[in-house]
């Protein structure tokens, strides 16, 4: 079966795309560059799309930047030095982004006849982001069946249920490359350590017994 996943670079959606093409999926892959701080994710996307011979786009929406809000992804704040917090999240949210993404996602999928559309939320990020929760889901489910109904698509969120933790696992059993991955929303040489989801990252390997590739030069 053919699909459109979400490939921001990270974690998550990396997995995720190792997970599709284990279980089948002929996969194409669109990668969003919103003006976010860390466009070093955009670059490990890349790499990974073209690692695995997967069709890749990038899509540009660096103009909504200016409409968006002062998030501390688009580089309006400084990036919180700390655990996801209520405090921090607000000042890391992008106001509506998935929601963005996915409605793109759903017409490059009308437009090619492709049944589904996937993305990587998780329920880290539920208690986070209203656009990772299941409600939000399950809500726009049938909203983004209506709206294509030339060419119906599904939305789908395998990973909804899932703590970060338990994404790492799956990959590690898939043997995704890490190290070609990128979460620190400060978009440096190498991760800062310091920011949410640099902290959220390496908790998951912790779990896991085991420590993030990308840190193991350190």
């Not at 799309?49 to 998030?71: E, F, I, Q, T």
């Not at 490359?177 to 912790?206: L, N, Q, V």
């Amino acid at each position: 079966m053919r699909a459109v996943l979400i490939l921001s670079g990270g974690v998550d959606s990396t997995t995720l795309l190792y997970k599709m093409l284990a279980d089948g999926y002929e996969v194409e892959a669109l990668t969003f560059n919103y003006a976010q701080r860390h466009k070093k994710e955009i670059d490990c996307a890349k790499e990974v799309a073209r690692l695995l011979k997967v069709p890749h786009r990038v899509v540009d929406l660096g103009c909504l930047a200016s409409v968006l809000g002062d998030s501390a992804l688009l580089g309006g704040k400084e990036v919180p030095k700390c655990h996801y917090t209520e405090d921090a999240a607000r000042q890391t949210i992008v106001p509506n982004r998935n929601m963005i993404m996915l409605a793109i996602a759903a017409g490059f999928a009308e437009a090619n006849e492709i049944p589904a559309v996937f993305y990587a939320a998780h329920r880290n990020d539920s208690t986070i982001y209203p656009d990772c929760r299941k409600e939000f889901v399950e809500a726009l489910k049938p909203a983004i069946t209506l709206a294509t109904a030339w060419h119906p698509v599904e939305l789908k969120a395998p990973f909804i249920d899932l703590t970060k933790a338990e994404i790492v696992k799956i990959g590690l059993e898939l043997k995704v490359p890490y190290e070609m991955t990128w979460s620190c929303y400060k978009g440096e040489e190498k991760p800062c350590k310091e920011c949410p989801t640099c902290i959220e990252r390496m908790e998951a390997f912790a779990l896991n017994g085991t420590k993030d590739p990308l840190l193991r030069a350190d």
